[in-house]
């Protein structure tokens, strides 16, 4: 006994060294600690391990908290419920929930402790399901559960019917008095959009904190309540609390989520006024909110005032400024960056690439590309997705497909930058392929891989093709979405497919503007001008406000349809009903309609009053006007503006040579000509396209280039050497109607003339 009582001595004296240091947050000497007691030969007992797991999990260290959990074993220490339960917070933290269950199993008796930890642990790794059948089995085996333990249910993805069990749960073990808990329940409701919940659960707890008025704050932003985020504030001072950071800061995040920029405003000047410490969190938070709202200068100027700027603010200037759809500001603020020394994140070299690839800057993105790799940095998954999207947007795919191969992981935006690239380069069939192949990889396309692939059959006609996804999409329940509605409805449209157009539209719950002025374009377009006109009658008596993109579909079925009264009458109304001022695409609709009325010099005198700058195509629309109503004159007028503006395209002098041709002046066609090979410029041939089994074939004018060209050239002589044969024998055939008599009224008699 004498010789066992000092090393329990030093055992106790060690185990208070690493407590101590543990609840000091030094977990390095933690674990400096245990390795001087083993080297001591000093013996552990229960209370040396929960500590030690604790520093393991904190400071990520795998390999140690494996050691340590075969050292317990060892021991005989695998029953100890303290143990084993910091055992379940580390396997917990590695995302292994099997290993946290089999030490949970391993526990002979379980107190609530063990309980709360493998509650958590499926809950933090999202398996919210079982961590509620868990929690039902603990109290089916008479363990009462702690706050902590319904603390760990509540996280952000509850369903309200299950947020408001938790909160009955609360009342009925008497955790009311627990703030933390009820914050945190609050704050659940809020996520959940029952934002007046939380507001009656708020007027409920008795010692509100700092923690409390933020949340609530924060859960009106996000659902715009201006007015009753300014009284909060007003009784938030009355109360004593003070605005900080962390208020503010939570309140613009909040906001920038909701894009109220009214909102944004009042808040940003609240902070102005309290005389905050505007540190540089904040200011980013709020360069963010201004972004998310589109009042791009308000974040320039936030960023400009600050001198300290760091890599995540920067990172934010640049992927803000490619969002909405500054490309060309981005690379110059990336620029500055560079200049200024510091070292850009991945993140800020995906959002660089991202704005390349909107510029279609092939050189630049590769510049970007080879700076990465000249710093040795190792690019992530999000770095390698913008890649994907640059190659696709510049047309190199064989590169695309070379960095997507090289992925050693790839995640669903991978798949869809792929995707995405292929359909937009008219690749459709490889585009259907890697669709497949994605599937094949275990990953579960969304609502953009199917909007992508639709707007690939749109873009060529691929009806089949776009029906075979359109039963893809019924039968994996991507519907309804407004995305994926929209897109069937212009996929139908553009296929020529009104029927089925017109069906996804009626079936559609929830119908925006965009929706609206899909399928009244698609009717427009294939001739139904009526009927498109009625579906606008129909859209002005919903609730929604129209805007400049449904007046284009209108208007532009009132032109393809001759319908220049009711096209002029709309255009009127545009502006003195709904306030929505003309831009030039639908000044050039009027154009466009009054052209195709035969009302040409209408439309040019238009066309001077409304068009301070030339544009290239509303002078193309005038010129085939003056063309089909045979004004040479003004169609050579035309035409010298035109190749005032382009003189690099050939076709324009082409366009001036057969004016001059029209008007019998073969001196001024043949210096149309000459000027045009003086030049060096060629007219490109004239070419059309048909697609077959998602392949595009092209046929160009005069050309001889097609790989099928003789089968086709085959089976044409075949299908014209019948067609004489039909018409000569329909030729020997003559329809004669016999005199009406009481018998028979009107007989048809049909007889061969050999």
Not at 46 to 66: D, Q, R, V
Not at 557 to 571: P, W
Request: hydrophobic residues 40%; charged residues 20%.
């Amino acid at each position: 006994m004498n010789k066992l009582k000092p090393l329990n001595t030093k055992t106790k004296s060690y185990n208070s060294k690493i407590n101590l240091l543990s609840s000091q947050g030094c977990h390095h000497q933690v674990i400096n600690v245990f390795s001087s007691m083993l080297l001591s030969n000093i013996p552990t007992d229960t209370h040396t391990y929960p500590s030690l797991i604790k520093a393991c999990t904190s400071l990520n260290l795998l390999s140690h908290g494996f050691l340590v959990h075969n050292h317990v074993i060892i021991n005989g220490f695998s029953s100890d419920s303290h143990i084993g339960s910091s055992l379940i917070h580390f396997y917990a933290k590695t995302q292994d929930v099997g290993y946290a269950r089999k030490v949970f199993d391993q526990i002979p008796d379980r107190n609530v402790v063990p309980w709360t930890s493998i509650i958590g642990c499926y809950t933090r790794n999202g398996d919210v399901n079982m961590g509620f059948y868990m929690f039902d089995e603990m109290r089916r085996q008479g363990v009462m559960p702690s706050s902590v333990t319904l603390l760990s249910l509540l996280c952000r993805d509850l369903e309200i019917e299950r947020v408001k069990c938790m909160h009955c749960c609360v009342v009925s073990y008497g955790f009311q008095r627990d703030t933390a808990l009820m914050n945190s329940l609050m704050n659940v409701y809020s996520k959940c959009v029952s934002i007046d919940d939380a507001g009656r659960l708020f007027e409920f707890i008795e010692e509100r904190d700092i923690v409390s008025w933020n949340i609530l704050i924060s859960g009106y932003a996000s659902v715009g309540k201006s007015c009753q985020i300014v009284q909060l504030m007003h009784e938030m001072k009355e109360e004593g609390f003070n605005l900080d950071n962390q208020t503010f800061g939570s309140l613009v995040s909040a906001i920038a989520t909701g894009s109220n920029h009214g909102m944004g405003k009042l808040v940003h000047g609240q902070i102005i006024r309290s005389e905050v410490d505007l540190n540089i969190n904040l200011q980013t938070s709020l360069m963010v909110m201004y972004y998310k709202c589109g009042n791009i200068d308000a974040a320039i100027r936030i960023f400009e005032q600050n001198q300290d700027n760091d890599v995540f603010s920067w990172t934010t200037m640049v992927s803000g400024l490619v969002q909405n759809g500054c490309a060309d500001k981005a690379l110059v603020f990336f620029s500055r960056m560079l200049n200024s020394k510091l070292q850009p994140s991945t993140v800020t070299i995906a959002s660089a690439l991202a704005a390349c690839a909107q510029l279609n800057s092939f050189r630049l993105g590769t510049s970007i590309q080879g700076y990465m790799l000249r710093q040795g940095m190792t690019p992530d998954i999000p770095v390698e997705n913008s890649l994907i999207s640059l190659y696709a947007k510049c047309s190199h795919l064989e590169q695309m497909l070379t960095i997507f191969y090289r992925m050693s992981k790839r995640d669903l935006v991978s798949w869809n930058a792929l995707i995405t690239g292929c359909a937009q380069n008219g690749e459709l069939d490889r585009a259907l392929s890697f669709f497949n192949e994605m599937r094949k990889n275990h990953q579960k396309p969304d609502s953009f891989t199917v909007v992508t692939l639709l707007q690939g059959c749109a873009s060529i006609g691929a009806l089949h093709q776009g029906k075979w996804v359109h039963n893809f999409v019924t039968r994996n329940y991507l519907r309804p979405s407004i995305l994926v509605d929209t897109a069937l409805i212009d996929m139908y449209s553009k296929c020529g497919d009104l029927d089925s157009a017109q069906k996804c539209f009626d079936n559609t719950l929830h119908r925006d503007l965009i929706l609206w002025s899909s399928i009244i374009a698609g009717y427009g377009c294939h001739g139904e001008g009526n009927i498109a006109l009625k579906l606008y009658s129909d859209f002005l008596h919903t609730e929604i406000k129209p805007n400049h993109v449904i007046f284009l579909s209108v208007l532009s079925a009132c032109s393809h349809n001759g319908l220049v009264d009711e096209g002029l009458t709309i255009f009127e109304s545009m502006k003195k009903d709904f306030g929505i001022q003309p831009r030039l695409e639908h000044h050039a609709c009027i154009v466009d309609l009054l052209c195709r009325a035969g009302r040409v010099n209408e439309a040019f005198m238009f066309y001077k009053e409304n068009f301070p700058e030339p544009s290239l195509d509303v002078l193309g629309i005038l010129l085939d006007g003056f063309r089909t109503s045979d004004n040479k004159e003004f169609s050579e007028m035309i035409v010298r503006e035109i190749i005032s503006l382009k003189p690099s395209d050939a076709g324009n002098f082409v366009q001036l040579a057969r004016s001059y041709a029209s008007m019998n002046k073969w001196d001024g066609k043949g210096e149309a000509l000459v000027r045009m090979r003086s030049l060096g410029l060629k007219k490109l041939p004239g070419w059309s396209y048909i697609e077959l089994h998602g392949e595009i074939n092209i046929f160009f004018m005069q050309h001889s280039s097609h790989p099928l060209l003789e089968t086709i050239v085959s089976v044409l002589k075949t299908l014209n050497v019948e067609n004489q044969q039909m018409l000569t024998v329909c030729s020997g055939f003559r329809l004669k109607v016999s005199e009406p008599d009481a018998a028979a009224p009107m007989e048809f008699q049909m007889s061969l003339v050999l």
